[in-house]
């Protein structure tokens, strides 16, 4: 992949790199060379949902070929890896996660690499005609970078200006990829031949290697970790370094000792625990923060909303009373300090009549030794006044003011916010009565098989099946009719198969629902004749010469009619077993449910009827129930009980 164009990148490089590897503190280079081979097998990916958990920790979905799906977590400064959960997500997405989702959400992923073996990981993502370069900062404090294909910064997670490089919006991103795996053998060998250190400490520190990985290079290649770098076998060095990289990207084992979380099992380190993914491994490894987060979250209480206006009340109260007090001790100083402020206010009042504020403020400068130019510690122009120690209180005086009037002003203020704090406590004293708050545990409706066709359940508890189209009337009949059911349609061309599974006195519900899903309804009639018949006298077999459609049958044989059936459907919700709406024939429907609207044939189109049965379900509930039901009350739930054409809700 292209680099940067700017090379300049500071790392911090101290001793403590001698302990590299993925402990609780963080992930080392290595184990992020790990990460990254694991996760480019797994291309193509694309990007799902974004997410941002805290001020350090993001999710990012990403979708697999053959439906695979997979959670990239990535805690900046910390850590990196694939896990099986996410932790609980703010309800209010942060601002910088929605920016990712904006620009990188439905973006397929081109690669993920990193920077050398520096602890810097890149997501390469094409969307439409544009790569992005979303980076992970492992090190220090941690940081996630947005930018553009030249690697312009769009913007980061925290906005850094250090000496040598900026992370803000609009400069390039810059690095250093350290990698001793690119030098040449020779370049390799003239890195060791030039330092004055052990081997060990060259390879920890100059190839980023931390200590436990250049004592396992050292220890494949049977040298002494503590020989000079200098003086041992670079060649045999090289070759440990790279069998070491080579496992690390493709013969991971990973594993969890005692001392860490290992990709590859080092010599001398005791196995706790294997792993079939260094993520699993690492996921097994960090703490989980979800829990935590819902434990802290069940922990707090929740508070009414008088609750919290009594709490701003009473923090206002207390505000009050500081600034009372704080007043009063002003006024007591000024008394005390009388003379000495009333000579500041005459010599201030004399000198601006003559020399401009700048001046003034110069000349008390330069005149520190005097008593009262001591005691002014600033000056404000704009009001002709000063500040005033005195007696270790900063005070405002106004040199155009007498002291008696400066005093004044202070007195007003012990006024206003004793008027403010009475006005509070008279507030605080008149009790709101908190409208009772409804604990509902609603079990919303399942999903079940019968929903995707009309249905309902008539009185005496017997299912009620009917078809949407012609496709699904011929599944009906295909598929779902048995032998015991009923076959019931409608006198008209054009409407729904209904299937009666099971036997039910209510024979005129089962009726009305045929009539009122036909084309009667679009038509604008208000009654229909409606006919059933048994499973065996329904065929899809033609007459020699006639044409059976889609969806349509030939009943043979005697049926049984009902003659001028009125047309209504009913809408309503039903809160027990389940919360959900239902329709269908108004006495099915007021047997089941509190609130419901009628409908009848009008002129009102399908999406606009099912928004006026909403809003008029509504006024029919309580404004606090009805908001609480917002998942199952809502216009495309009522849209499926809304008949085919125009309609009017049926006055009461």
């Not at 291309?43 to 070929?65: C, H, M, S």
């Not at 019968?450 to 008539?458: A, C, K, N, P, S």
């Not at 496709?471 to 295909?478: G, H, P, T, Y």
């Not at 604008?524 to 044409?547: L, N």
């Amino acid at each position: 992949p292209a680099s940067p164009p700017a090379v300049l990148f500071f790392r911090y490089r101290a001793e403590c790199i001698l302990e590299f590897m993925a402990t609780l503190q963080g992930m080392s280079g290595v184990d992020l060379r790990a990460l990254v081979a694991e996760a480019a097998v797994r291309l193509p990916l694309w990007v799902g949902k974004i997410y941002q958990f805290d001020a350090k920790t993001l999710g990012i979905r990403l979708n697999g070929e053959d439906r695979a799906k997979y959670q990239l977590l990535v805690e900046t400064g910390r850590r990196a890896h694939f896990t099986a959960e996410f932790p609980v997500p703010p309800k209010n997405p942060p601002s910088f996660a929605m920016l990712l989702r904006k620009h990188l959400e439905g973006g397929k992923v081109l690669g993920i690499r990193q920077f050398g073996i520096e602890r810097t990981v890149c997501i390469d993502v094409g969307k439409r005609d544009t790569t992005y370069r979303l980076i992970f900062e492992l090190f220090d404090e941690g940081n996630a970078v947005l930018c553009d294909e030249g690697y312009t910064i769009v913007k980061p997670l925290w906005h850094h200006r250090f000496k040598t490089r900026e992370v803000v919006p609009g400069a390039v991103y810059t690095f250093d990829g350290t990698d001793c795996s690119t030098l040449s053998p020779d370049g390799f060998g003239a890195m060791l031949a030039g330092s004055d250190r052990d081997i060990v400490r060259t390879l920890a520190v100059g190839c980023m290697l931390g200590g436990a990985y250049a004592e396992e290079v050292c220890r494949m290649a049977d040298v002494d970790k503590s020989a000079a770098a200098a003086d041992v076998d670079a060649a045999a060095i090289r070759a440990s370094f790279d069998r070491l990289m080579a496992d690390v990207a493709g013969s991971r084992e990973p594993v969890i000792t005692g001392s860490g979380c290992w990709p590859v099992v080092l010599g001398g380190e005791v196995v706790r625990e294997r792993f079939a993914t260094f993520s699993e491994a690492l996921d097994a490894f960090y703490p989980k923060t979800a829990g935590e987060k819902e434990k802290a979250a069940a922990e707090k209480p929740r508070l009414s909303q008088d609750e919290v206006i009594r709490r701003r009340q009473a923090e206002a109260i207390k505000g009050f009373e500081k600034k009372i007090e704080t007043n009063g001790r002003v006024v007591e100083v000024l008394y005390e300090n009388y003379a000495p402020v009333a000579g500041i206010i005459a010599t201030l009042d004399a000198a601006s009549k003559n020399r401009s504020w700048q001046e003034i403020e110069q000349i008390l400068k330069g005149n520190r030794e005097n008593a009262a130019a001591k005691m002014i510690r600033a000056v404000h122009p704009a009001e002709a006044a000063v500040e005033v120690d005195l007696a270790g209180e900063r005070v405002k005086v106004y040199v155009h003011e007498t002291i008696e009037q400066n005093i004044g002003r202070y007195y007003d203020q012990i006024k206003k916010f004793k008027k403010k704090k009475a006005g509070a406590l008279a507030a605080m004293e008149r009790t709101v009565p908190e409208k009772p708050r409804r604990k509902q545990n609603l079990a919303l409706q399942k999903k079940r098989w019968y929903h995707r066709f009309r249905w309902f359940t008539t009185t005496d508890g017997v299912l009620v099946i009917g078809g949407r189209d012609a496709s699904q009337n011929e599944d009906l009949v295909k598929k779902y009719m048995e032998g015991k059911d009923l076959f019931v349609h409608a006198d008209v061309h054009g409407g729904s198969v209904v299937i009666v599974k099971g036997t039910t006195v209510h024979l005129d519900e089962v009726a009305q629902f045929a009539a009122s899903y036909s084309n009667a309804w679009k038509a604008g009639h208000f009654t229909a004749d409606v006919y059933a018949a048994r499973p065996d006298q329904v065929s899809k077999t033609p007459e020699s010469g006639e044409y059976v459609a889609r969806g349509a049958f030939i009943v043979r044989g005697e049926r049984q009619y009902f003659r001028n059936v009125p047309l209504g459907v009913a809408i309503g919700l039903a809160m027990e077993p389940e919360v959900a709406v239902i329709g269908g024939p108004s006495g099915a429907v007021a047997a089941r449910t509190g609130v419901r609207v009628e409908l009848r044939p009008g002129q009102f189109e399908p999406n606009d009827t099912a928004r006026k049965v909403v809003r008029a379900l509504r006024e029919k509930l309580p404004e606090d129930e009805w908001k609480g039901l917002k998942n199952a009350l809502n216009t495309e739930a009522v849209a499926a009980f809304v008949p085919p054409g125009g309609s009017d809700i049926a006055e009461p």
